[in-house]
């Protein structure tokens, strides 16, 4: 099946550095892709979605000049978190839609958790 | 607004069945997805319902009623790696996932 990959799997960084995540679907073009947090014993939220050649779309109060997208290619998206604080600590995942699926079936990737300390 | 409902944790014992109920709201509706997940881990895919109906796939089953707006998740001879959380979401009318803040579950021995 399609495979979407994330990286880096975990990061540790300082308050006021910035942090890139990259997504990429490994055997399958996306031109869009999913960004999305989530918070200790919380549901996924959805922060922004990834067009490919085009500006990210973002959600409802999610900063777009915090949260940093670029989709540079049909497999690539990252997320950049520029100068991160404690709160923005949580799980970070990407999905993108199946080629193949008629209901837009979402394949995950493996989320990024980030802690700033 | 958008609301999707589901309990927030239950407990089963190991071999038996557990049905998780998930209720929806949302501006329009494409079907409804359950995804399983691991802690720490991503969501991966378990079923989706757009159909009234009951699907049935090995020891999963998903259900749907339209008109009540509702959806369960029914799990049989329960393993212990079942223990998990199981998220419910509504695909709205923009092809929208609406997600539920899942129900975990916790399998005993």
């Known amino acids: 099946g399609a495979v979407v990959s994330q990286h880096p799997s975990w990061v540790i960084c300082k308050s006021g550095t910035s942090v890139k995540i990259e997504c990429r679907s490994l055997?399958?073009?996306?031109?869009?892709m999913f960004w999305y947090r989530q918070f200790p014993k919380q549901s996924l939220m959805l922060m922004a979605t990834s067009n490919e050649g085009s500006k990210a779309t973002y959600e409802q109060g999610v900063e777009k000049d915090k949260f940093l997208i670029n989709h540079a290619s049909l497999t690539l998206s990252t997320l950049t978190v520029t100068s991160a604080h404690p709160e923005d600590s949580s799980f970070y995942i990407c999905s993108a839609p199946s080629p193949t699926s008629s209901y837009n079936e979402q394949f995950f990737g493996p989320g990024t958790r980030l802690t700033v300390l | 607004g958008q609301n999707i409902d589901q309990p927030t944790e239950m407990t089963a014992t190991e071999g038996a069945i557990v049905q998780i109920n998930c209720t929806y709201q949302t501006s329009g509706f494409n079907g409804l997805f359950w995804y399983q997940q691991h802690a720490g881990e991503a969501p991966t895919f378990l079923s989706y319902n757009v159909l009234d109906g009951l699907e049935e796939k090995g020891r999963f089953s998903s259900f749907l009623s339209r008109s009540k707006g509702y959806s369960y998740l029914l799990l049989k001879e329960l393993q212990m790696k079942d223990s998990a959380s199981y998220l419910c979401?509504?695909?709205?009318?923009?092809?929208?996932?609406?997600w539920g803040a899942g129900t975990k579950l916790i399998i005993k021995p």
């Open positions: 979401a509504s695909l709205d009318s923009n092809y929208q996932l609406i």
């Open positions: 055997d399958f073009q996306a031109t869009t």
